[in-house]
């Protein structure tokens, strides 16, 4: 029997080499991240509201930030250790579907294995901020996760390989459909830019129908009566489908307005974790010296933009499904990342999907014996667009990545003891010296509350403390016009000790007033100071 064991373990090593060695090389690559200090500004804020929903506090009534709840649930742990712990165990698992995944959309296992290795590299590497526990990263775990359950079914090798259309629903392919949605409603609720996964999802089975349509027109010579009434009815075959998708999508965000609702915090999860993203869409401009060239980044331009990017792909008759699927989605990923018109590297985390299946489609057709030339000029040609279109958006918007030498390269010199912790710390933010006294001296007096009036969430993650204010970070409250509010929660907590940052808002003058009156000044640092309650015996 154990005999048996080993020889079943060594044919699966021998299938999947290639496949254990990216996962292999993913660990690796990671293991840097656990040594990092508490210095990136979300995933603080992530795990500030993480230990506040520990310690009893209801998140958006009590704590709050502008996403989706499952993000913060997800950062309830101890510390940022174990949040990297979970991300690189979220990313195994990931990994693992995606390779799946190819697998059964390509039926090419090597292929299969060059996409994962560039899948690993993207979303690992520090170029995109992969090596920290942003929500696209998790997003991606719910999408991919949903896309390999489908892929179960009959939905997705019907639409893909082009086989005959499904008149019927089994229970099995309805349970597929059903919990597929439901992993992509958990999506929704870790990022709302996640229901434009859903829709990549949908834009499938329209591509489908679509080429149905217009391969059937064109058998027939009838051009000029394009929309018959077969090929209108053609046109909503996937209605019942979709429906299924959508139940399943909207039974997760249906639990958890039920579930904020009975905690008494439904309005508050209302403004802002559902419709404060709105908000937070419009809220950063630019101006490129042009006023043509400034409409192309507002929100309905750039929408009339990818409706006439997806018309296009809608009527290209010589382009295969996988093609259109695969570039569809890679747009309204991009869309995605341009609805804040922010230039932060993590919103390109979500198009990593698409990119490298188009990637590994072309690999595909490049090699495939049939030599289905038209296939592969189409497809390359598609890839271009979406190539030239991401850099522009990259130079137009100012998009950066990070070094990847620097990440590496400063912790080599730090385990060989070119630098000491200090030293490597403070390669990443400059509040970390700071920070960490200040933590040590808050940790030494068993304190629980504090109150940061600036930006500096790392404070309160690093310090093991909870917000004497709903808010963790000073723009926040400056975006909610929320100083009233603030006030009053500081009043009402008194928390022992406050933290002044050199660099924080001044038009605060009713917090400025409290605290001249209440606190004195007990330690200065080089960009912030710490102030201690004077009733405190």
């Avoid at 040609?381 to 190539?387: D, P, R, S």
Wanted: glycine content about 4%; hydrophobic content about 45%.
């Amino acid at each position: 029997m154990l005999k048996d064991f080993f020889i079943k373990i060594d044919k699966f090593l021998d299938r999947h080499t290639g496949f254990l060695l990216c996962l292999l090389l993913l660990i690796i690559l990671r293991a840097p991240n656990f040594f990092d200090p508490y210095w990136y500004g979300d995933e603080a804020i992530y795990l500030t509201i993480g230990q506040s929903i520990r310690a009893g506090k209801q998140l958006y009534a009590e704590i709050v930030d502008h996403k989706t709840p499952i993000i913060y649930y997800l950062a309830a742990v101890p510390n940022q250790f174990w949040f990297r712990v979970l991300l690189t165990g979220w990313m195994v698992t990931t990994t693992t579907f995606f390779y799946d995944l190819s697998r059964k959309i390509f039926n090419h296992k090597n292929i299969s294995v060059i996409g994962t290795f560039i899948f690993v590299l993207l979303t690992t590497l520090p170029w995109l901020e992969g090596h920290i526990p942003n929500g696209e990263l998790f997003v991606m775990g719910f999408v991919i996760t949903g896309l390999w359950i489908l892929a179960k079914s009959q939905y997705l090798s019907q639409v893909l390989d082009d086989q005959p259309i499904i008149k019927s629903f089994h229970k099995k392919q309805i349970a597929f459909l059903i919990i597929s949605g439901f992993f992509y409603g958990l999506a929704f609720l870790t990022k709302v830019p996640a229901i434009l996964d859903f829709a990549g999802l949908l834009l499938l089975s329209w591509f489908f129908t679509n080429s149905k349509v217009l391969n059937q027109s064109n058998s027939t010579r009838k051009r000029k009566i394009f929309f018959t009434k077969k090929n209108f009815l053609a046109l909503f075959q996937f209605i019942p489908q979709w429906i299924v998708f959508f139940i399943g999508l909207l039974i997760p965000v249906i639990i958890s307005i039920i579930y904020f609702v009975s905690i008494g915090a439904g309005s508050d999860y209302l403004e802002f974790g559902l419709l404060y993203n709105l908000h937070y869409t419009q809220t950063w401009t630019h101006d490129f010296g042009s006023a043509f060239v400034n409409s192309l980044f507002t929100l309905p331009v750039k929408t009339l933009i990818l409706a006439i990017f997806i018309l296009l792909l809608t009527i290209l008759k010589k382009v295969s499904l996988k093609a259109k699927f695969f570039t569809g989605w890679y747009l309204l990923t991009l869309y995605s990342v341009l609805l804040s018109n922010r230039p932060y590297p993590h919103y390109f985390l979500q198009a990593v999907p698409p990119l490298v299946l188009m990637v590994t489609y072309l690999l595909k057709l490049a090699i495939d014996k049939q030599k289905k030339v038209y296939e592969f000029v189409s497809s390359f040609l598609l890839f271009i667009v979406c190539g030239t279109l991401t850099t522009l958006i990259l130079f137009s918007l100012n998009f950066g990545v990070y070094s990847t030498r620097k990440y590496y390269g400063t912790f080599f010199k730090y385990v060989k003891g070119n630098l000491n912790q200090e030293e490597y710390f403070q390669s990443f933010n400059y509040l970390m010296s700071d920070n960490y006294q200040v933590a040590n001296y808050l940790k030494s007096q068993n304190e629980k509350k504090l109150f940061i009036w600036g930006n500096n969430a790392l404070l309160y993650a690093l310090s093991e403390t909870v917000p004497s204010s709903r808010y963790t970070v000073a723009f926040h409250i400056l975006d909610m016009n929320a100083f009233d509010e603030t006030i009053m929660q500081v009043k009402d907590e008194e928390p022992n000790y406050i933290v002044l940052m050199n660099n924080a808002p001044t038009e605060f003058p009713e917090f400025y007033h409290y605290l001249r009156r209440n606190y004195v000044p007990i330690y200065s640092y080089t960009n912030m100071t710490l102030y201690k309650r004077v009733n405190i015996q």
